[in-house]
T-cell receptor
Framework: AQSVTQLDSHVSVSEGTPVLLRCNYSSSYSPSLFWYVQHPNKGLQLLLKYTSAATLVKGINGFEAEFKKSETSFHLTKPSAHMSDAAEYFCVVIYSSASKIIFGSGTRLSIRP | DVKVTQSSRYLVKRTGEKVFLECVQDMDHENMFWYRQDPGLGLRLIYFSYDVKMKEKGDIPEGYSVSREKKERFSLILESASTNQTSMYLC??????????????FGEGSRLTVL
């Protein structure tokens, strides 16, 4: 079955340290992959997307993600966390076979001062 | 700046009341969606519409209906609100021109409490 898995429900890092939020998808030919961020009581905002161009994708607010087909992963990273990065992050996949949009369960990112 | 606007950010209703949640987008998108978001359950699709007057059930349509009379507006209707419909409701829109690659644009959400 087509699916997307966010491996951590909660990640806590210190301000200024690197952030890694993990996302794995079930294998499929040419999926499109997205990362969204949701701040408390807000809608979801697109951080970045992969649509079969460059495998390293840069997004807003210093985030980037790398598409690794061999590992079926699309992990989100940021070199240095900021307090304003505290939010919920969603990995989203669209599979070409069904064009259905599948959301991961979300990862809550906390930033320690 | 592209925009999806949800008319009410916070609503409090009583059990049995009829509730309308309105969503308007200014991007001329064909596809519009209603999701509900609950802690531990993520985002679940209630209904989506791929064109004016066209709709399809999502994963949890029971207790809800929708209306799309104009391209820019997609309404979610709770005919008789119940306490288990207390939730955050998110509207989104998307162009049908790129079904595989086009991203969703979300509104700010409507937090509904049913007493």
């Amino acid at each position: 079955a087509q699916s997307v898995t966010q491996l951590d429900s909660h990640v806590s890092v210190s301000e200024g340290t690197p952030v890694l939020l993990r996302c794995n998808y079930s294998s499929s030919y040419s999926p499109s992959l997205f990362w969204y961020v949701q701040h408390p009581n807000k809608g979801l905002q697109l951080l970045l997307k992969y649509t079969s161009a460059a495998t390293l994708v840069k997004g807003i607010n210093g985030f980037e993600a790398e598409f690794k087909k061999s590992e079926t992963s699309f992990h989100l990273t940021k070199p240095s966390a900021h307090m304003s990065d505290a939010a919920e992050y969603f990995c989203v996949v669209i599979y070409s076979s069904a064009s259905k949009i599948i959301f991961g369960s979300g990862t809550r990112l906390s930033i320690r001062p | 700046d592209v925009k999806v606007t949800q008319s009410s950010r916070y609503l409090v209703k009583r059990t049995g009341e009829k509730v309308f949640l309105e969503c308007v987008q200014d991007m001329d998108h064909e596809n519009m969606f209603w999701y509900r978001q609950d802690p531990g359950l993520g985002l679940r699709l209630i209904y989506f519409s791929y064109d004016v007057k066209m709709k399809e059930k999502g994963d949890i349509p029971e207790g809800y209906s929708v209306s799309r009379e104009k391209k820019e507006r997609f309404s979610l209707i709770l005919e008789s609100a119940s306490t288990n419909q207390t939730s955050m409701y998110l509207c989104a829109s998307r162009s049908s021109g790129s079904l595989l690659t086009g991203e969703l644009f979300f509104g700010e959400g409507s937090r509904l409490t049913v007493l």
